[in-house]
């Protein structure tokens, strides 16, 4: 098998690049026909 070192980000399923947040940032995401999520990073 292989290592993983430690402290690597592991971002599985995802379809887009991974976004850096810091403290106060905001998200939100919609999903057409299902609703909306807000995430404030704090």
């Known amino acids: ?10 971002m599985t399923g995802g379809i887009t690049a991974a976004v850096s947040v810091k403290k106060g940032d905001s998200i ?11 995430a404030k990073f704090v």
């Open 1 to 10: 098998g292989e290592e993983i070192p430690a402290g690597t980000f592991i």
């Open 28 to 38: 939100n995401i919609r999903y057409q026909d299902l609703g909306s999520i807000t």
